[in-house]
């Protein structure tokens, strides 16, 4: 099991806003389609992607993912972390690609073999 | 005669929308707040255009059929009919573009059909709010082909427009461009820019809408409007 927190450090990714930071992240979602996480994310996981703005925030909540991670270093505009605060959910920014994330993530969720 | 329009609204078949928006509640709302033009336009699904269209004629309010596509690059563009007989076939095909995923109703919101009296007569299983299989050019052609009008939604948005996802505007010949914001805080290059409520709750039922200047009321009366630009913000 790998927290937010754990997550946020082992990968060394900057904080906008830490959501609650103790809570598990259960699996990932790489994205850039609003539409496709919607219909495939799952509850308690963590999106990959570059959509930096709040509408990203409003499909986490609604899926229920506790965790964004922004990748290519987007800074979103301030609605996003406003939104983000308010649900709770973790906004992390990489300096890597979504790919890259995605595999680092991988490893600490034990998915690699 | 001046001409009130409102060219982008949903109904309780767009996940997002609110239940109680049925379409004859979207039809009389529209025609008590002096909407002379009203569209139903829900994501990808034309399945409520036969009841809005009935309830059009019983309000005496000229109605306007068509959906709201989700674009394979996720940008969001109005396709805008004359009859809902075209809105239905357009967005029969639209639906066929969709990837197959199932609706979530307890965590994405119910997709309802209803008829003219607002019973509910189906739930649409197909989640409506995925990406269709077609590119934003191709679709705005075919549109225009079809005799329709194409009209890129809220480009000033920061998601699902075409100036966010894409990064400009293509040079098509777009019937209109939609704006959020006034005054328009992105580049219109010249086409005729409108504003429209995009409903998705009986509160926004006209709280955003275009004057215009035409001839008839009518779906002609609106693209000559349109085309000549005789529009007022």
Known sequence: MVTIEQVQQKLNLKVLTMGEGSTPISSAYTSDLLSDVMANGEEGGALITIQGHKNSVAVASLIGLNTIILCNGRLPADDMVEAAEEESIAILVSQENQFTVSYKLAALLGLCN | ?233
């Open chain 2, 1 to 233: 005669m001046q001409l009130k329009i409102d060219l982008h609204n949903h109904s309780c078949l767009s996940p997002c929308g609110s239940d109680l928006l049925l379409p004859p509640v979207l039809a009389y709302e529209a025609y008590e707040k002096g909407v002379d033009i009203i569209a139903l336009t829900d994501h990808n699904c034309g399945r409520n255009l036969s009841a809005f269209s009935e309830a059009c004629e019983i309000v005496g309010i000229t109605g306007v059929y068509g959906i709201e596509v989700n674009t394979e690059e996720e940008v969001h563009l109005l396709a805008l009919f004359e009859t809902p007989e075209e809105g239905e076939d357009f967005s029969s095909w639209i639906e066929s573009l969709l990837p197959k995923w199932h609706n979530i109703p307890q965590k994405l919101g119910h997709q309802l059909v209803c008829d003219v009296r607002g019973n509910i007569t189906e739930e649409i299983d197909l989640f409506l709010y995925g990406a269709a299989a077609i590119s934003f050019d191709n679709l705005v052609e075919i549109i225009l082909k079809r005799g329709g009008l194409a009209i890129p939604a809220h480009i000033d948005r920061l998601s699902n427009s075409v100036l966010a996802n894409l990064g400009f505007l293509p040079p098509l010949a777009y019937s209109a461009v939609e704006v959020v914001n006034l005054p328009p805080t992105t580049e219109s290059n010249s086409y005729p820019v409108i504003r429209s409520s995009d409903t998705h709750f009986l509160e926004d039922v006209a709280s955003r809408t275009t004057l215009i200047e035409a001839t008839s009321n009518d779906f002609s009366g609106l693209k000559e409007a349109l085309q000549k630009g005789h529009i007022t913000l």
